[in-house]
Structures are given as C-alpha cells and as structure tokens.
C-alpha cells in the first residue's frame, strides 16, 4: 500500500497518481492494485477488489463488461498521450460528516489507447496510521 505523509500536499498525492498510472502503463495491474488501500466495507467502500478486476474495467471503459462493438482500452504512458486534456479534480479539505479518517478526493483522468480520455479514476484519501492512502472508489466517466 502507497501511503503518504500527512496532512496529504498536492505534489504528493499528483506523485502518487502518475506512480500508479505509470504501473497501469507497463500492464502492471498487481503492482498498481497493491498501491491502493483495500476497503471491503462502505464508506469509501473499494471499487475493484482483484488485479483482474482493476485490468477489466479498465480495459472496458470504466463498464464491469465488454462493450460491443468497442476495442479494450490500455492506459498510454502520461508523456505518450495526445488530444484534450480535461483537468483532475483534488479537494484537500475534508468534508465535516463524510465518514471518520476521509482528508480528501481526487478525481484522476486516465490516459488511453494514446489519447486523453474522459475515463476517471476516482481516489478517497484516507488516514491510516498516521499516513495517508489511497482508496480507489470509482472507475467511470463522469
């Protein structure tokens, strides 16, 4: 598991998404789900629970099945990619009420077949002893 020093900066959660996007780039599916904070459990419940899983609904476009008709999707590495950029989404305050231990979110968009896509990895922060982590609660376009 990834985890960072707390309170969570910018530049240490963006290190993070471009680590974890750079392993989804080499097809190192175990790597990148062994980076991410594990919750079986709501809040911040887990969306994928398996290196399989993580690959498929990658591989499908953020949908749990093959789309007809559609190619599988692979993440390009970040430098390798072309076309419009959306722009990630990170809020570093934590939301009176969310649920106990949540610091913050990032929405992260993925690279694909080497273009941007609107395809978005969506991250809870969560503290875990004294560190922070990274929940992945959403594979989907928006």
Known sequence: MFTISAPPTDAAVYEFALRWTEQLAQENYGEAFEMLC???NHPGR???SSPEELRSWIEN?????PIPGEPLYKVTKIEQASGERWGN?????????????????????LPL????????????????DQRVTFVLVALRVP
């Open 38 to 40: 594990y919750v079986q």
């Open 46 to 48: 887990s969306w994928v």
């Open 61 to 65: 476009y953020g949908s749990d099945t």
């Open 89 to 109: 989404y990170l809020d570093l305050s934590p939301s009176v009420g969310r649920y106990a231990g949540y610091l913050g979110r990032l929405d992260w968009e």
């Open 113 to 128: 077949n080497g273009e941007w896509s609107d395809l978005q990895a969506s991250f809870d922060l969560i503290a875990v």
